[in-house]
């Protein structure tokens, strides 16, 4: 069993930055692949981003190559997503995610623990 809890979320300019963290508990942790979804209003939740356990390989959506960084940090039980040059686009609930079975997770029946999601703003 994990628990997942998102924080850093919040409003920022477009153009800005902000750096979401996901604290997890339980001592396996480091087993679990980890990634990143959003969900705007009225649509789908979708994949931004997964890492492996190891940290040693990571995955994006197109949408957000070359401006978002995931990484993880074991030893804290804890995920990153470094987000910049945001735009009014990517304003959406952010969802910490975790599987214990699957090398990359880019789709939610994918996912095994969610986070309960924290707010992203990007105002023009």
């Known amino acids: 069993q994990v628990q997942l809890d998102e924080s850093g979320g919040g409003l920022v300019q477009a153009g800005g930055s902000l750096k979401l963290s996901c604290a997890a508990s339980?001592?396996?942790?480091?087993?679990?692949?980890m990634g990143w979804f959003l969900q705007a209003p009225g649509k789908e939740r979708e994949f931004v981003a997964s890492?492996?356990?190891?940290?040693?390989?990571?995955y994006y959506a197109d949408s957000v190559k070359g401006r978002f960084t995931i990484s993880r940090d074991n030893a804290k039980n804890t995920v990153y997503l470094q987000m910049n040059s945001l735009k009014p686009e990517d304003t959406a609930v952010y969802y910490c995610?975790?599987?214990?079975?699957?090398?990359?997770?880019?789709?939610?029946?994918?996912?095994?623990?969610w986070g309960q999601g924290t707010q992203v703003t990007v105002s023009s």
């Open positions: 995610a975790a599987s214990g079975h699957r090398a990359i997770i880019y789709a939610t029946s994918l996912v095994d623990y």
């Open positions: 339980g001592r396996t942790f480091s087993s679990y692949t």
């Open positions: 890492i492996t356990w190891s940290g040693g390989s990571t």
